[in-house]
């Protein structure tokens, strides 16, 4: 089963205490894309620039990732330049050019139109509206934003959350929608505003979900959190796109069972977290671009290893 | 088999966002003990004043626990205030009378020599280590201890952790103590001075434990780390003694089991959890007098659905 994307391809510019990169392939629907790759089809929606070259366009094809809805304009791709020398846990943004992602009207392809899955990365809520509008037959639809639009953009993010089955945010981005600090107390406010599920994702301490009553039928334990470790790495060279690639882990499980019930919900989870701890283990994609499924499934072991009893 | 702990006997003024109590009964030996008194017999050393009454007393006795360990000197007893209004996660010390226990010298009952297990709770680690070379006999310590002692009193910290076989501390001490600040990295560090494990506590994303090379011969897993969660919770009326309580689940179970296996230290892990959850539903003790140990495996297996695939 295949799963759409819609969002950013960029390069970015990383300063981590590790070292620095220039300019290399970066954006949520890349690291999205890579990740769920290992699992399912995905196919991508997004726009990019003149410098977007052959190189960039290989590390999709290599995981066989339809580009089919990569629309490329005049002009420059996003960039975005930030560093984690202070806080590996929260980039500082040094620049954020938006180039021809400024004007980004997401066309989709007539062949994307039978993808069953969507994933709305972080982009504006009313582009993630429009998208999941124009792509009536996508019957599992997960998202993401970020505190410029809970802060800047809340009317139109609050139409978008409804269309939402799994929403996946930060515990910042949590409490920011809901104003409360207590987590579970703002996770409870977070699904009155309409997504079915809320993965709360904790950094290195994990991902906790949260579920409306009645979620997903009897499958899915409505009224029970689940919480996900994260795997305790002794280095992390660049924690850019640990989210994204938990999204695409996640998501990509999900596509590729049967049916979404409360043990593949769960198993999701540590898949996402799988893919986020290979995300930050290299710069950039480069770890994402050259795993293999037994080096996953050995991960995703571990991490049963970490939290289970016997 | 029996915990002797060693540790301060108090009374504490707390406020928080749900309300404030007057010197109420608290202390680091107290929150142990209670917790600990669910699962096996348990000998307090501490010391108090005058206005240490009946009324306290029972408090312990209630639940069984030997008090001739306890001192009684003249004056008034260890007294703490604190809020938790800026920040449930770190009181905000206001007033900080340590009375009787300025000059608190441990005494040992011969009574309590046979005690397997030993508690070093968060005091003065020259008297941790007093107390660990008065009691030889013991063949498990378990420690705590706290920013004070590690930025103050570092040399003598650092030769009493050799004598632990279980530190338990949280995420700032663990960093302060190593100078690291990833989390594996300092644990390492932390093991390096001493002790064979790391019990290293997240407050709301539960504690992660760390083994040295060999640790507990071939029964403990040395190269893995194990992470337990806490229980997602709507509301924390007060967070005083959470990591008293959760050390006191977690030896009081391993002092109740034949050995000390990786099965039994998992286990253990979880029950910490569990009565640290407790511990902050309610103000001071008052949660911690009144459990049965139903209600304590009910919150266990709802620790193992929070974490478990299947």
């Given at each position: ?115 069953d899955f969507l994933f709305l990365a972080n982009i504006d809520p009313v582009l993630q509206k429009r998208v999941r509008e124009a792509m009536p037959q996508a019957r599992l639809v997960c998202g993401d934003t970020m505190n410029y639009w809970i802060n800047d953009h809340r009317a139109a993010l609050v139409e978008v959350l409804p269309a ?147």
């Amino acid at each position: 089963m295949s799963i759409t994307v819609v969002g950013s391809v960029a390069f970015d510019s990383i300063e981590t205490p590790v070292g620095r990169r220039e300019r290399c392939l970066g954006g949520a629907a890349t690291y999205f894309a890579l990740a769920a790759s290992y699992f399912t089809a995905v196919r991508v929606i997004a726009v990019v620039g003149e410098d977007f070259s052959a190189a960039e366009e290989a590390v999709f094809t290599a995981r066989g990732i339809d580009l089919r809805g990569l629309e490329r304009a005049a002009g420059k791709s996003f960039f975005w330049a930030g560093n984690y020398l202070e806080n590996l846990n929260e980039a500082k943004t040094e620049q954020t050019d938006l180039n021809v992602f400024s004007s980004f009207n997401p066309q989709i392809p007539e062949a994307y139109l039978d993808s069953d899955f969507l994933f709305l990365a972080n982009i504006d809520p009313v582009l993630q509206k429009r998208v999941r509008e124009a792509m009536p037959q996508a019957r599992l639809v997960c998202g993401d934003t970020m505190n410029y639009w809970i802060n800047d953009h809340r009317a139109a993010l609050v139409e978008v959350l409804p269309a939402m089955d799994v929403l996946l945010i930060n515990d910042t981005e949590t409490r920011l929608l809901s104003g409360k600090q207590n987590s579970v107390q703002a996770a409870r406010d977070v699904l009155a505003l309409g997504p079915r599920a809320l993965v709360v994702k904790h950094g290195e301490y994990g991902a906790t979900a949260f579920f409306e009553a009645g979620a997903f039928g009897e499958n899915v334990d409505a009224r029970r959190a689940f919480r996900a470790p994260a795997l305790p790495l002794a280095e992390v060279v660049d924690p850019t796109g640990a989210g994204d690639s938990f999204a695409g882990g996640f998501f990509g499980y999900i596509a590729s069972q049967p049916e979404l019930t409360r043990a593949v919900f769960r198993r999701a989870m540590f898949y996402g977290s799988v893919m986020g701890s290979f995300a930050v283990e290299r710069f950039g994609t480069e770890r994402l671009q050259e795993l293999s499924r037994e080096e996953i499934d050995a991960r995703f072991e571990r991490l049963r290893e970490l939290t289970h009893l016997d």
